[in-house]
Nanobody, 120 residues
Framework: QVQVVESGGGLVQPGGSLRLSCAAS????????MGWYRQAPGKQRELVAA???????NYADSVKGRFTISRGNAKNTGYLQMNSLKPEDTAVYYC??????????????WGQGTQVTVSS
């Protein structure tokens, strides 16, 4: 059974940092592409950062220069480094992983989300 699990969320003071992890498990070969999304109460889910299969990255304007998306050394992991956090970054953060199976087939999977709260 394929699973995508996020971890690393928590409570942090403004100006602090967190690193979120995204790990895929099951009968997969690797994460081809990955996106980090967030959803604050009463708001729509929005794309925060993404990395393509060719390692191109893009970021929401609100997080440029503060957040960095990356792959892990293991082919089934990825990260979102978040620095200079602001109260408006408070949200549930989700990983969407484009997973590669045998014979080159691919599919998207979402994790269950991890809460990030930025507050003093």
């Amino acid at each position: 059974q394929v699973q995508v699990v996020e971890s690393g969320g928590g409570l942090v003071q403004p100006g602090g940092s967190l690193r979120l992890s995204c790990a895929a498990s099951g009968s997969i070969l690797r994460i081809a592409a990955m996106g980090w999304y967030r959803q604050a109460p009463g708001k729509q889910r929005e794309l925060v950062a993404a990395i393509t299969s060719s390692d191109s990255t893009n970021y929401a304007d609100s997080v440029k220069g503060r957040f960095t998306i990356s792959r892990g050394n293991a082919k089934n992991t990825g990260y979102l480094q978040m620095n200079s956090l602001k109260p408006e970054d408070t949200a549930v953060y989700y990983c969407k992983a484009n997973l590669v199976y045998g014979l080159g087939s691919r599919d998207d999977y979402w994790g269950q989300g991890t809460q990030v709260t930025v507050s003093s």
